[in-house]
């Protein structure tokens, strides 16, 4: 099977199935996570009481299921192709929200989530990636910096700021932990299939995958715990893992993109409409927060899920 008959045969439907399966288990996290106290950002806690839920437990296999999906396409296709493909999720969690709470799709929740998915398909559209190996190269320390960076000041921000603006200072910092994450994950996949499944033992990608990547679980608990609607923290953790994904791939694979000045103005623009649907989201999740404060003070334990 040719490389392009590969990314259409089994990498874009196992990055679509593992999105359905991300968006599935979002859902159901957010709604557990509301049955449980709320806890600081990043403390073990919220899950040591989480893994008491069953229905929590069952997402997490979901999220297993997502996850070898994932693998699978990342196996057969470039980061900078199967990323961007997650990033349905957003879609998959707001219809499957709607359809767990008996409510209808919300019009403005539903444009802003389309606003994301159309925003960087159009991103992948315009770039074309393509080429690019297996190994990290050198030219890893800027990106890896500014990473760290800009992980460290979501956290202050989560720290200080209350309301929809924690929620998506936990979510930027959970989509940088996974964009991050997916990238080793290639590497642990090329090693797999370089020497066998112990392989990767030998080599660090694979004990940094184990401590990245369960951060950034926490914090996407942390992230769904603390906001209103699931979207705006689903918005912005399955945008910013494939943009993310995106700038690994170059700096750190060798993977290419077309860059003439008419493309990079259309991935301006196309950044622009994620950032708008992010904001459209973020808005309305806040407007719901204010709506609902007087009817969760009257009933504390019903805290409601709009989707």
Same mark, same amino acid.
């Given at each position: ?163 929809? /603006? ?45 401590? /990245? ?43 290419? $993109?077309?860059? $003439? ?12 409409? /994620?950032?708008?649907? /992010? ?25 409601? $899920?709009?989707?």
């Amino acid at each position: 099977m040719s490389s392009g008959g590969a990314w259409l045969v089994v990498a874009v439907p196992c990055a679509v199935a593992g999105a359905a399966s991300f968006g599935m288990a979002s859902v159901v996290q957010q709604r557990a996570t509301k049955q449980v106290p709320d806890t600081r950002a990043l403390n073990p806690r919220l899950l040591l009481t989480l893994v008491r839920k069953p229905i929590w437990v069952a997402s997490v296999l979901t999220v297993i299921v997502g996850l070898s999906l994932q693998v699978v396409a990342l196996a057969f296709g470039p980061l900078m192709l199967v990323q961007p493909l997650l990033v349905t999720s957003v879609l998959f969690g707001v219809v499957y929200s709607a359809w767990m709470s008996g409510r209808r799709l919300d019009r403005t929740i539903m444009v802003g989530s389309l606003s994301c998915v159309a925003g960087l398909s159009a991103f992948l559209l315009l770039a074309r990636p393509s080429g690019g190996g297996d190994l990290i190269e050198r030219r890893t320390v800027p990106l890896a910096l500014a990473l760290g960076l800009v992980f460290l000041l979501c956290m202050l921000a989560a720290s200080f700021f209350p309301g929809e /603006i924690r929620v998506i200072a936990l979510a930027l910092a959970t989509g940088v932990l996974y964009g991050v994450t997916a990238a080793l994950m290639k590497v642990v996949t090329s090693q797999i299939r370089a020497g066998g499944i112990a392989e990767p033992f030998q080599h660090w990608v694979l004990y940094a995958v184990c401590v /990245i990547g369960p951060c950034g679980f926490l914090l996407s608990q942390n992230a769904f715990q603390q906001g209103k609607l699931i979207s705006p923290a689903l918005a912005m953790i399955t945008s910013v893992d494939p943009l993310v994904g995106v700038a690994i791939g170059v700096l750190w694979f060798g993977e290419y $993109t077309v860059s $003439t000045p008419a493309v990079l103005a259309g991935e301006v623009l196309a950044g622009i409409t /994620i950032i708008g649907g /992010i904001a459209v989201l973020t808005h309305r999740g806040e407007h719901l927060r204010r709506e609902t404060e007087s009817a969760e003070s009257d009933d504390p334990s019903g805290r409601i $899920t709009w989707g």
